[in-house]
Each structure stands twice: as structure tokens, then as C-alpha cells.
């Protein structure tokens, strides 16, 4: 059987009809609502982490939370949670798959490392 890579939900900040989604840090709020102190972090030195599930990232200059599909595997409702927000607030959602890391795209090119292209 093969195994199907797990899909990705990228909300984008951005209603459907076409304005731009306000407070300015709603993905860092909404992923921070799902994210949790390292394994292991105590003390002055502990600090919160971004869920691998549900992270904030930037589509150009657009803010955008990507939702792991697999996080409805693990936890129904957290998963339901952040797509209720995204239906709630009328926001653009964009399902694709994820890329495997030896993809072309996940890789560094030379021209990104800081090298000149060959």
C-alpha cells in the first residue's frame, strides 16, 4: 500500500472578499493558541514553540497559518478549532499536499546559499 503524503491547509489572511484580515497578528495568535513549552524547558530558559501542526509563516506579504492535516489524527478538536476560525472569519483556505524534502523546492540551490549559480 502506498502511503499518501499528509495535506497542508494554508489560511491565508485574506477574506473571500478580498480584505486583508486585521489584527495584523492574528496567525501568530492563532498558532500560539496551539503551541506548547519545548520537551523538556523549565525554568528561565523555557520557551513556547509553534506546533508542528498548526505554524504561522509569510506568503509573500501575505500572513498565513499552514494547518497540518494530520493534527485531525491526533486531536479532532484542535484541528476543528483553527478550521472554524478560518470559516468563522470568512478567510481563504488553500489545501495542498506537502513536498517531500527532496523535492526541489525544499532544497538549497546554490544561487540561495550564497553561491554562485554553476
Known amino acids: 500500500m502506498v502511503e499518501v503524503p499528509p495535506t497542508e491547509f494554508f489560511i491565508q489572511g485574506i477574506t473571500k472578499s478580498g480584505k486583508k484580515f486585521r ?38 506579504d501575505l500572513k498565513c497559518v499552514i494547518l497540518d492535516s494530520r493534527l485531525r489524527d491526533i486531536e479532532p478538536m484542535a484541528f476543528d478549532f483553527v ?21 526541489g523546492t525544499q532544497k538549497g540551490s546554490a544561487r540561495y546559499q550564497g553561491r554562485p549559480d554553476e
Open 83 to 103: 478550521m472554524n476560525f478560518a470559516r468563522d472569519n470568512d478567510l481563504v483556505v488553500t489545501e495542498a499536499c506537502e513536498l517531500p524534502p527532496e523535492h
Open 23 to 60: 489584527p495584523s497578528d492574528w496567525s501568530e495568535r492563532l498558532a500560539g493558541v496551539l503551541s506548547c513549552f519545548g520537551p523538556g524547558a523549565r525554568g528561565p530558559n523555557a520557551r513556547l514553540q509553534y506546533s508542528l501542526y498548526v505554524r504561522p509563516t509569510l506568503l509573500g
